[in-house]
């Protein structure tokens, strides 16, 4: 297979969530294959900047706060107005706001439906019509081990994961014919900046680490081969797939690891 198959090279790529973390390391990594890159972020101009600056000082950077449909709904049309044609869209923004199940209130369950759900929805509707009339287009979203392997206290989170790959696979049949593709990466435990303070702890560290059948939590830069593969033109015939990058976690547990709290 020749590099030329992963090249990106004169495509336009828009990544949300991408001031740090696993969107700020995809965004560079599409980058690195030659697209050109719209940043979104949302309270981390400081972020986004840096992620802009490793690409290219003239990267656009927009903000939006996804919590708000429409927020989500003025973002989407101002990508595709001012920077679009848009080729590829990484939908990796989301919330996920720990809390006991029992307390999940109704302010709650919306900020989740709207920045997990409601976004990724806003982002195809006004962006994938125009990539099937183009016959090229992909979407990839971010989703999670929580969707397949979920917990009381983030069962909001979990659940739009799950309704999240849904619809990411209802839509893929829709636009497959037309060379759009729609996929999902879904990490295990990642280690990024969100998480960093629970990685501090070296009994934290132990216990993700011996739960995973590789041994080790994630770093961002471990998703970056799946996203980058999807968008390029040497996964054309994958679509509605939801690829796991956990180190084996989604396939349980390695062997001897006691039960507890890992992340």
């Known amino acids: 297979m020749t590099p030329r198959k992963f090249s990106l090279e004169g495509k336009r790529a828009v990544v949300t969530g991408a001031s740090s973390g696993i969107g700020r390391a995809v ?11 719209v940043l979104h972020h949302f309270g981390d101009a400081e972020g986004a900047a840096k992620t802009a600056l490793e690409i290219g000082s003239e990267t656009p950077v927009l903000e ?14 101002t990508v595709l107005t001012r920077h679009g044609p848009i080729d590829i869209v990484i939908a990796n923004a989301g ?14 369950i919306e900020a989740h439906v709207a ?4 976004s990724l929805m806003t982002l195809v509707r006004t962006l994938v019509p125009p990539m099937a009339e183009r016959g090229w287009g992909r979407v990839i979203a971010t989703g999670s081990i929580m969707a ?9 989170y979990a659940s739009l994961k799950a309704a999240q790959a849904t619809a990411i696979r209802a839509i893929a049949r829709e636009v497959g014919h037309c ?13 990024t900046e969100a998480t960093a303070e629970r990685y501090k702890d070296p009994a934290f560290r132990r216990a993700v680490a ?6 080790r939590q994630g770093q961002p830069d471990d998703l970056v081969g799946a996203f980058v593969f999807l968008c390029s033109n040497a996964a054309s015939y994958i679509t509605g797939a939801n690829i796991p990058v956990d180190g084996g976690w989604s396939i349980g547990d390695a062997p001897g690891a006691l039960p507890g709290e890992n992340g």
């Open 27 to 37: 965004a560079i990594s599409l980058a690195e294959q030659g697209a050109s890159v």
């Open 95 to 108: 919330i996920e706001r720990r809390h006991a199940w029992e307390n999940a209130d109704p302010a709650h």
């Open 115 to 118: 920045a997990n759900f409601t």
């Open 64 to 77: 939006a706060d996804f919590t708000s449909t429409d927020a989500a709904t003025a973002f989407a049309e």
């Open 148 to 156: 397949a392997r979920p917990r009381a206290e983030n069962v909001v």
């Open 210 to 215: 011996a739960k995973i059948p590789v041994g």
């Open 179 to 191: 060379g759009v593709t729609l996929n999902i990466v879904s990490p295990g435990a990642i280690e």
